[in-house]
């Protein structure tokens, strides 16, 4: 282990004892998000990002009458006990597995219809320049022997300066 773990985890630990209420909030309510990091076997981890990151914003109603109204245990206990802040927090997390769900499909249909458009695009191009050179263009095209295309047999195009 090197020294930078250590001291990021010394910092939790202190940051931990002087906000203690608030470290039990979150300890507790990114319960759905630690659950997330032990079973997401991915490298990347885009299902801890995204469910945890909605995870914590679901936190935020709980945090702050936490921090404004006073930060003691015992309120913080309290809000942890109130059905709603479960329900809150745990919908919040919900939301994210939505969108970490939906997110490969959507980007499939947008990806596939991305794909369909350049096909149709080039075969229209295709076809024009089969309309300006005409068939000959094609014949050839699966020869292996053909020495001169049957496009270049055309008078080249003289450009004007």
Known sequence: MT???IVWLALLGVLAVLFRPTAVVIAVGLIPTWLTFLFDRTPEKFGVLCIGSLNLAGLYPVLM???IQ???MERAMKALSD???????IGAAGVGVVIYAATPRIVSLV???SISREIADRERRQAELVAYWGEALTEDAG???ATVAPAL???PVRLRR
């Open 153 to 155: 047999k055309h008078s």
């Open 143 to 145: 020869r292996h022997d």
């Open 111 to 113: 990806v596939r219809h």
């Open 3 to 5: 020294l930078k773990p």
């Open 83 to 89: 059905p709603t802040t479960g329900a809150v927090i």
């Open 65 to 67: 009458p936490l921090w």
């Open 70 to 72: 006073g930060h003691t």
